[in-house]
């Protein structure tokens, strides 16, 4: 199978059909961002291998160029001077540097065919990439609230809530209670405060009367 295959197979298939059926979505959302990541470095590996042999052939082309031209300086040059085995020498590795100049031209235009789709299969996976980390995060939140009620649902159930709710009525009423024998016990306190005032006035007037006929009687 070629470097893609994979990933190709992947991404032609139904993420969201895929994802309901296995047992933990989520682990099989992360495995798949993990392969495909490797599958992105692969990838890019292999486009810098291309890039490298596109410059590499770039300068095979361009030097053989440069012999193609020496080689018709020196055909020139033999003519002039009447040296035709010369001439025939430098024309013959012309026309052998051309064939091997074409010849690289076109596996030239191979690697650049090639780098253009590897490229281009880059783009796919790394936006195959993005969609899935954003159905990831996606899944995670969707995990993470149903973990939460689920824990919440176990911890504090329809029952318990309604039993909360009544043992907070009672202690809220116990409490009323105890307000209230406070605040009778401080209104009799208070009462009982005034009477006592009220009886010393009552012996205080009675001891000032006894006083007053003692001195009347004198």
Known sequence: MGIFGRMKDMAAADTHHLLDRMEDPVSMAKYYIRQLEDQIDHARLALRNQLAAEQHYDLLVAQTGQVIEKRIRQAGLAVGRDQDDIAKLAIQEKLHHEKLQQTYLEQ?????????????EI?????????????????????NAMTALRATSAAVTAGDTGRIVRGFDRMEQKVMRLEAEVSATRAVDQAGFRLADWSEQDEVQAELAKLKAAKQSL
């Open 123 to 143: 783009g796919r996976l790394v936006e195959l990439h993005k969609d899935l980390s954003n159905k990831l995060t996606f899944l995670l939140a969707r995990k």
């Open 108 to 120: 030239r235009e191979v690697i650049r065919k090639q780098t253009a789709a590897l490229q281009e």
